[in-house]
């Protein structure tokens, strides 16, 4: 429950900017989708026409300016407008990149090496996180890591316009395996975690600053609160294990749009 801030772990799982504090998998999410997908979309599609790409422009100018405003005011603005402009946008990004014709085409084999470097960081620290149960503690090193992994998805919707077989079963991997991956090291990390120590519900509030779906936050903390009520005879480290897990697949799914 690393967005608790009542956790130790929870400075790791942030970046302090202004007066908000980003989640790093979201600001990641962000940083992919208003800086390099529209580079690489107006870099290698031939004819995407006026208004997708003023559609872009208008996308990464919005998020540009809620951003400024999150950091200098300390709140999210928009977040429902924000939501339904960025599901319109990924799926025209997706429709673009699968179907659309392109100036510059990737073989496959360039496409698999690129998704093995660009995906191997992140389970790689997944994997150090599972063997010595401790938090990774650096937060710059993961916000690249994890663009680097979105990368990763992108280079299979590519992989995919070749090979669509193989492009699907990328994907599907590569998110069965981070679910499971993130899960496990998540529960490794809870055990020696101090928000087992002295828990305070009251405090138990997730940051989502830049959250790219609105209303998930509000949503997930009601269930978490229900859960835990409901639930005496376990331990908080027992439920704080299962609602990661729920968290993780809630957020890996919503990630990849």
């Not at 006026?50 to 977040?79: D, E, H, K, M, W």
């Amino acid at each position: 429950m690393h967005h608790n801030k009542a956790s130790e772990n929870y400075v790791f799982h942030v970046l302090s900017i202004g007066r908000s504090d980003f989640c790093i998998g979201c600001l990641a999410n962000a940083i992919f989708l208003s800086v390099f997908l529209p580079v690489y979309i107006l870099t290698m599609a031939s004819e995407i026409g006026f208004l997708l790409t003023s559609f872009i422009f208008g996308y990464v100018i919005l998020q540009a300016c809620l951003f400024a405003a999150s950091i200098l005011t300390g709140r999210n603005f928009g977040p429902v407008f924000s939501g339904i402009a960025t599901t319109i946008y990924v799926f025209a990004a997706h429709c673009i990149v699968v179907f659309a014709p392109m100036k510059l085409e990737i073989s496959a084999q360039i496409l698999i090496s690129l998704i093995l470097i660009s995906s191997l960081p992140q389970f790689a620290l997944y994997l150090w996180k599972i063997i010595r149960s401790e938090e990774f503690r650096f937060p710059i090193p993961k916000l690249l890591i994890r663009v680097s992994f979105v990368h990763g998805y992108l280079f299979a919707l590519l992989l995919s316009r070749h090979e669509p077989i193989m492009g699907i079963m990328v994907i599907v991997a590569s998110a069965v395996l981070f679910v499971a991956m993130r899960t496990r090291s998540s529960q490794k990390v809870a055990k020696v975690s101090n928000i087992c120590v002295n828990p305070n519900l009251r405090n138990f509030k997730i940051n989502g600053a830049l959250s790219l779906k609105p209303g998930k936050t509000r949503k997930l903390e009601a269930v978490m609160a229900v859960s835990m009520a409901k639930s005496g005879n376990r331990s908080l480290c027992e439920q704080l294990c299962i609602l990661e897990g729920c968290c993780t697949c809630i957020s890996c799914c919503t990630s990849i749009g």
